[in-house]
Structures are given as C-alpha cells and as structure tokens.
C-alpha cells in the first residue's frame, strides 16, 4: 500500500521521491526500461502517466509526450500489459496518473480492478471533482489501490479539510497555479500550504508541478513535505536523447533527486 510506504519513510525521517514519466515516450519497451532504472536508483514510488489527447493539467512537455506515444499508437490496455509484467519486479509502488474519461468509459469498478491485477498500487485523477470521487475512491478501495486527491494553491481551508479527509496514500500538494513543468523558483505560498495542511491532517503530503532539480526538491523536504514530486524533467530527459542516453540521463537525475530529499534535516511533524 502508498500509505505503508509513507509510514516506513517516516519512521526513518525520510522524505519521498517520486519521478514521473509517460508510458510510451518514446516507447513502451523504453518505458519498461525507465520503471525499473528508477526503482533502482532511488524512486520510492513511481508515478506512470496514461497518454491522453486531452491532458488539462499537464504543460507542454508532457502534453509532446502524450501526443508522441498516442501517435505511435500507445493505449491503455497495452500500458496495462507493461505494468503487469514489469510490476512484479519493482520495489517502488507504480501509481497510475489517468484522466477520468478512461475510467468512465470502462466502468469505475471494472477499471479499477484492471490497474490492480496489472500492479498498480496507486492512483491519480487531476480531473475527478472532490464532490464525484466518492464512487471512484471506494471501487479503487475495494481493489486494494489508494485514490490520491489534488490540492491547488488556490483551495479554500474548508475545501482542503474535505480534501483531506477522502485522500488515501498521501494528499498531492500542486506547487503551482497552472499546469505541470519546470519552474525557475518555487513560491512561498507552498511552505505557508504545507504549514496549514499540517494543522488539518497527518496524512503525508507530497508537493509536484515545477519541481526540476535537486535544489527545489531539497527545498519542499525543508518546508516539511514527505514527498517531491518530478514530472517535467525525467519526461525532458529520455525526449531529448536516444534511449540509450535518455535513460543514463534519468538514472543520474534520480540519483540526484533523492540523494537531495535524504538530508539530516528532519521533517516537520514527521
């Protein structure tokens, strides 16, 4: 389970990463590869995109590589089939990050028992409304998967109580006003959220959206998140290069990235 996860990293005061990367960018096979190279070089779980045409909350880096692995014919019944396969072999948990449209078109329940017997552990829907989550969280509940709600910088304290409440595994922190990717700094206004979350809930929080570097994800572990989100700059990576080297080059970010969030410093309320 995400939230077994999260207690085991907080009996050891020690703050998450989870990397982000799109199935099928460039390749499934390249995919399959990625998974297992970041559970081996750090991720303590792994956040898997479903490509999807319409991608509201991404940026432009992740929406190219929607769009790369939909063209090349990507779907999700075939991400599934990598999953189930590569699953078994990974230490990290796999989260699944899907819009709704997927799961409504298969049916929740039958959706979510799919994901399950491929292995995923964990699930994220930016588009769910918190007032229609309750159907999804209790079939995914049900199939032993852990349904993460988002809470944007903008959210009412009334709403992020309520938000709280439902989340299961830990309560997704969007650092940004807008859509995924790489940010130059990260605002203030994320160590404020994080101190006022703390007040409401003990569940673990993990902050994502313009996180890129190791700076920034030492940054939110100091604020007292118990997980650094990264999307933007693994997908960048394995786009920017051959396979060979897109993957080199993820290996060393993750490195990077947890060796970052794995300090001295404790968490707070940890």
Request: with cysteine; proline share 5%; charged share 20%.
């Amino acid at each position: 389970m995400i939230s077994d996860r999260f207690q085991s990293l907080r009996s050891r005061q020690e703050c998450a990463l989870i990397p982000f990367i799109t199935a099928g960018d460039p390749y499934l096979e390249t995919t399959a590869e990625a998974l297992y190279i970041l559970d081996r070089h750090g991720a303590d779980f792994i956040e898997l995109g479903v490509p999807y045409a319409d991608p509201l909350a991404d940026g432009p880096v992740i929406q190219a590589a929607a769009t790369r692995a939909l063209q090349r014919g990507t779907r999700l019944e075939q991400v599934l089939e990598m999953v189930a396969t590569v699953s078994p072999n990974l230490k990290a948990p796999l989260i699944l990050f899907t819009y709704y449209n997927p799961i409504l078109n298969r049916g929740v329940r039958a959706f979510c028992q799919q994901i399950a017997s491929a292995g995923v552990r964990g699930l994220v829907v930016p588009d769910l409304p918190l007032e229609e989550a309750t159907e999804l969280i209790q079939a995914a509940a049900d199939s032993g998967i852990e349904t993460t709600l988002l809470v944007a910088p903008t959210s009412s304290p009334e709403r992020i109580a309520a938000i709280a409440r439902q989340s299961q595994g830990f309560i997704y922190l969007v650092s940004v006003t807008g859509v995924t990717g790489v940010r130059s700094h990260l605002q203030e206004r994320v160590k404020t959220l994080l101190t006022d979350m703390r007040r409401i809930t003990d569940k673990p929080i993990g902050v994502g959206f313009g996180i890129s570097g190791a700076e920034q994800a030492r940054q939110v572990k100091d604020w007292g998140a118990d997980a650094a989100i990264v999307g933007s700059a693994f997908v960048k990576h394995l786009a920017a290069a051959n396979s060979t080297e897109g993957l080199q080059a993820i290996a060393q970010l993750c490195r990077e990235l947890k060796a970052a969030v794995t300090t001295t410093s404790l968490m707070v309320n940890s």
